[in-house]
């Protein structure tokens, strides 16, 4: 018997394949986006209540109530909008699936999704799954701004979907007004489905604004809205997310969502409603939190042979390492890794076709400050 693979372009994701180099080398892994410090305790300490309460068996299928109300009441905290909690907010198992599903409710065989080049390497083959095809549009290579010009042109009859993600992985770039703004223009008057990612929302720098797509009706009303409490609260492994999407989309992603994973990590789900309730300032707080991290990681890089690059938001600091070698991101990456003992992740991975001559690698500096000092001190070795 033969198999056609549905996935022809899709191996082993580059995540997998530098965190296994990183144990293989004995390498500090700066490479997969994920804290290698706990939880926060209240939480830690809500999870093993509710499990010990007996609160392990399906949850139901949006989503607990009270996490849902506590979801509704944190948006209009955040961004002035308080979605219905019943209708808009849907608990998933990680920012993934609900990609994953939002693309798989809207998209048809033959039709057309837009991407902005670097994007996270999930987003094609739920595309391709789909039966869509996934139209890449460049980012500026230098600050990954978005070109609203290139991107109004990619628009054809047949385009379905766009997919934004601010802040930006891997770059941390942020939409800023003027892009809302843009985006607004290029959408009115159409039929186009927004997907925006914004698993990074609390972790912004230096006063910005997050421009979350839930502050604008006009864009709020054609949109899946995208969230991570990995991200938000350190525990990347417990997989829960959510989705916020008017009442006809999120009836659309919960038909996927249903027959995806049904439900998700029930006492999970009953630590978070307590912990977004009960302690309001870790959100609040987060940006802060990170900003101390990247500016000391900033400082340290300086006394490298790395250029880092600025980063508005999230928590990955890409550097030019130009001045190190003049491999191709991949061979410089698994270079760094074993003959350096650091794992970085490379930015190729993330285009269609990278820009050329982009000699450009993405650190995560979601570390403790040991992890991040031992790596500092084999990159000043380079």
Not at 241 to 264: M, W
Request: glycine share 6%; aromatic share 10%.
């Amino acid at each position: 018997m033969t198999l056609q693979t549905k996935l022809p372009k899709v191996g082993t994701t580059i995540f997998t394949v530098m965190s296994q180099l990183a144990m293989e080398h004995d390498a500090v892994n700066l490479g997969q986006g994920f804290p290698d410090f706990n939880a926060p305790d209240r939480l830690v300490e809500a999870l093993d209540r509710a499990m010990r309460e007996g609160r392990n068996q399906y949850a139901p299928m949006t989503g607990v109530p009270a996490l849902r109300q506590a979801i509704a009441a944190k948006t209009e905290r955040c961004y002035g909008y308080r979605p219905d909690a019943d209708l808009e907010v849907t608990v998933v198992s990680g920012a993934s699936e609900a990609i994953f599903d939002a693309v798989a409710a809207v998209v048809r065989p033959g039709e057309e999704v837009i991407v902005l080049d670097p994007c996270y390497d999930s987003y094609e083959p739920a595309i391709d799954l789909a039966g869509g095809r996934a139209v890449h549009v460049p980012l500026d290579p230098a600050t990954f701004a978005p070109d609203w010009q290139a991107i109004r042109a990619a628009v054809t009859p047949a385009t379905r979907l766009l997919m934004i993600n601010s802040p930006h992985n891997p770059s941390g770039a942020m939409f800023t007004e003027d892009d809302i703004a843009q985006l607004i223009a290029l959408l009115r008057d159409t039929n186009l489905w927004l997907l925006s990612d914004e698993v990074y929302e609390h972790i912004v720098f230096d006063g910005r604004r997050h421009e979350s797509v839930l502050r604008h009706p006009e864009l709020r009303e054609r949109a899946f809205v995208v969230s991570s409490f990995g991200k938000t609260y350190h525990c990347t492994g417990w997989k829960v997310g959510y989705c916020i999407a008017p009442p006809l989309l999120s009836a659309e992603l919960r038909k996927v969502h249903q027959y995806n994973t049904f439900c998700t990590f029930a006492p999970a789900q009953w630590a978070f409603a307590e912990m977004i309730e009960a302690e309001p300032e870790h959100y609040e707080q987060l940006g802060a939190f990170y900003q101390a991290k990247r500016d000391r990681f900033r400082e340290q890089l300086l006394t490298t042979k790395l250029t880092p690059l600025p980063v508005p938001g999230g928590y990955f600091q890409l550097v030019d390492y130009s001045g190190v070698s003049d491999l191709d991101d991949a061979a410089f990456c698994r270079w760094l890794t074993v003959e350096k003992g650091v794992a970085a992740i490379p930015l190729s991975p993330f285009y269609e076709t990278p820009p050329s001559g982009q000699r450009l690698a993405r650190l995560c500096f979601a570390k403790n400050e040991a992890t991040l000092d031992r790596a500092i001190e084999r990159l000043q070795k380079l």
